[in-house]
């Protein structure tokens, strides 16, 4: 009965929070900017790995790999390999932005737009972060 009632009590301290989302200049204020396709701010003292991102909707190729390897021979495991690549972008949903991955792998391969929606349907893409 306790746990309920904590739940409603901190709901709307929650939601009263959500008013108070700091702009990307005061979340970033202090923080190095690094240069690259993606450009980020490291914040080492909260552990956070913030992107900045401009292009929302741009589709982008995402893949990951190791920077080294994992020392054991049975693992396949070798530095500088990609992984799967997969088509992305991002989407910003409320306060968030997400990392989409598209689905590519099944397609209806006709200009029917209700098997194309089917397929669309059937294979969903995901969301990665």
Not at 31 to 45: C, H, I, N, S
Request: charged share 25%; proline share 5%.
């Amino acid at each position: 009965m306790t746990l309920a009632l904590w739940l409603i009590l901190a709901v709307p301290a929650a939601a009263g929070s959500a008013d108070k989302i700091p702009t990307p200049a005061q979340r970033t204020a202090g923080l190095e900017r690094r240069e690259g396709f993606v450009p980020f701010y490291w914040d080492a003292r909260a552990g956070q790995l913030l992107l900045e991102v401009s292009d929302v909707g741009r589709e982008l190729l995402y893949g990951a790999g190791l920077a080294g390897g994992a020392g054991l021979i049975e693992a396949n495991l070798d530095r500088g390999r990609l992984g799967d690549l997969g088509v992305c972008r991002f989407e910003r949903v409320g306060p968030r932005v997400l990392l989409h991955q598209l689905q590519t792998t099944h397609r209806s391969g006709v200009a029917d737009r209700e098997r194309t929606r089917a397929v669309e349907e059937s294979f969903p893409s995901s969301i990665l972060a």
